[in-house]
């Protein structure tokens, strides 16, 4: 299984995010069970409209900005920034907040523990440079990035190239993390599995 560079996945550090969503999909699915689901229930499952794929980020999340970024949010974000370009990954997961919603190329996960924000670090398989940041509505700051090399990683073919993610940042911590659409590099979207 491989999948391109960014600011997502790399494919070993994938395989542990996958097997973490797996167990905890599974445990989802059973605690649904035996919930309910009359017919009410079902009707509501039926007549929902499917999302556009599952790796993209919810429709809550904006895309566009809508005004100048507020400068203490981008403070936060280049600090960041800042930490996982120099591959501390311990420092550059404590921007994030316990509970903190995350998704890159992959389903959405909340990421709660210390382990568990720096695992996320982890499969960020680029470092990157704020290269421009406005106002998203919602406490979301639409960041594009410049992707780069950085300690411990490798960047690959994403390197030089833009990408763009939707940052929440509440209290000073990053709240979300939501890859986007856009810039010079698209990645891929979940996993590939090349010939």
């Given amino acids: 299984m491989t999948i391109g560079p960014s600011l997502i996945i790399g494919s070993r550090a994938r395989s542990a995010w996958v097997a973490a969503a797996t167990v905890a999909a599974a445990a989802l699915t059973l605690a649904a069970c035996g919930s309910g689901g009359g017919p009410a229930a079902t009707t509501a499952a039926t007549t929902a409209a499917p999302p556009a794929s599952p790796y993209a980020?919810?429709?809550?999340?904006?895309?566009?900005?809508?005004?100048?970024?507020?400068?203490?949010?981008?403070?936060?974000?280049?600090?960041?920034?800042?930490?996982?370009?120099?591959?501390?990954?311990?420092?550059?997961?404590r921007f994030f907040a316990p509970g903190a919603r995350v998704q890159n190329a992959s389903?959405?996960?909340?990421?709660?523990?210390?382990?568990?924000?720096?695992?996320?670090?982890r499969v960020l398989s680029c470092g990157a440079i704020d290269r421009d940041a406005v106002a998203g509505g919602?406490?979301?700051?639409?960041?594009?990035?410049?992707?780069?090399?950085?300690?411990?990683?490798?960047?690959?073919?994403?390197?030089?190239?833009?990408?763009?993610?939707?940052?929440?940042?509440?209290?000073?911590?990053?709240?979300?993390?939501?890859?986007?659409?856009?810039?010079?590099?698209?990645?891929?979207?979940?996993?590939?599995?090349?010939?």
């Fill in 107 to 121: 389903r959405i996960f909340t990421v709660r523990s210390l382990p568990e924000r720096v695992q996320f670090q």
């Fill in 138 to 195: 919602d406490d979301f700051t639409i960041v594009t990035f410049l992707l780069v090399e950085r300690p411990g990683a490798d960047c690959g073919s994403g390197a030089g190239h833009e990408a763009k993610a939707a940052i929440q940042v509440r209290g000073g911590r990053i709240t979300g993390w939501f890859r986007l659409p856009g810039g010079s590099y698209q990645g891929s979207e979940g996993p590939q599995v090349q010939a």
């Fill in 57 to 93: 980020a919810p429709p809550s999340v904006p895309r566009q900005g809508i005004g100048p970024a507020d400068a203490a949010d981008r403070t936060v974000i280049d600090r960041w920034l800042a930490a996982l370009r120099t591959g501390d990954e311990v420092a550059a997961a």
